[in-house]
């Protein structure tokens, strides 16, 4: 079970979190993922809280991500948080508001040949 520390520590910004809270809602639309969002889908499925499932629809692939339980249980634990300048994460890139390129990892491009 996840304390209130170990999820200030996965250190998710206030978009991701709010993503997450999406996503638990029952009136998640799910055509919504894409654009900044998918950002944040992308680092809730590398903190363990959402997973990626593939399906095979008569169209094709599809992705569809579904809420893991540590996923469902931080949903509900930040429904408690009130202080969220004290819990979400803050990225301080200074006056460049783009990232830094030495942490980018680029996921589409294979790392074996």
Known sequence: MLSVCDLRNLRLTLDEWSTLHSMASRD???????????????TLVL????????????CGW????????????????????????????VCDWGDDKTEPFADVINLQIPMFL
Not at 28 to 42: A, C, E, K, Q, W
Request: hydrophobic share 40%.
């Open 28 to 42: 998640f639309d799910p055509s919504l993922i894409g654009g900044p969002m998918r950002n944040d889908i992308d």
């Open 62 to 89: 599809i992705d569809r991500w579904t809420m893991t339980e540590n996923g469902r249980a931080a949903s509900t634990m930040i429904d408690k948080v009130f202080d969220w300048d004290e819990f979400a994460y």
């Open 47 to 58: 903190a363990g809280l959402l997973e990626r499932q593939r399906s095979m629809t008569e």
